[in-house]
């Protein structure tokens, strides 16, 4: 008669080959003079992000005009492209210690996600969202939960629930 089978378990020595004993509770290692690196970096570069994130709003505009201009060449793409425009910047925004930008570009980006058309409701939705994005790059607004980014939000909010 054979015997019931057993479960060998073996151990996982991997991790203890490559942890530095830095190991996050993610379960990976991370080297501190890399992550103190990255932080001078993003400090270092912080201010010109705000010229890249004018940059991508000005792209952005482009394609938003062209939503009430069916004959213009950017027609087709122009929902497609503000989605991602809004992806990336909300993606890249926090990186750079803008958050409040990082929630709207979200907000944008995940109300634009499955537009393949919009109408005249949709479309002002977009619009104020582009403008609270504006104004927390002009007023260089960093933080999510401040006076001002409350405000825009409140507002924002408003729009949403006034154009929908």
């Keep these: 008669m054979s015997e019931d089978p057993k479960m060998i ?8 080959k490559i942890s530095d004993g830095n190991t996050t509770d993610a379960g990976f290692s991370v080297d501190p003079d890399a992550v103190a690196r990255a932080e001078k970096f993003v400090e270092e570069t912080g201010l010109d992000y705000r010229a890249v994130a004018l940059d991508d709003l000005e792209e ?17 793409l122009a929902l497609p492209k503000i989605h991602q425009i809004a992806h990336d910047l909300g993606g890249q925004a926090g990186a750079f210690g803008y958050h409040f930008l990082t929630e709207i ?24 969202h582009m403008d609270v994005l504006q104004m927390a790059i002009a007023k260089d607004i960093k933080l999510h939960e401040s006076a ?17």
């Excluded at 378990?9 to 203890?16: C, E, G, K, Y």
């Excluded at 409140?154 to 154009?163: D, E, G, K």
């Design 9 to 16: 378990i073996r151990p996982n020595n991997l991790r203890a």
């Design 148 to 164: 001002q980014s409350d405000e825009l939000k409140q507002n924002l909010a408003l729009a949403i629930t006034r154009f929908s």
């Design 105 to 128: 570009a979200q907000s944008l980006s995940n109300f634009t996600r499955t537009l393949t058309t919009a109408n005249a409701k949709q479309i002002a939705i977009i619009k104020v």
């Design 60 to 76: 952005m505009k482009s394609y938003f005009e062209s939503l009430n201009q069916t004959e213009s060449p950017l027609f087709p």
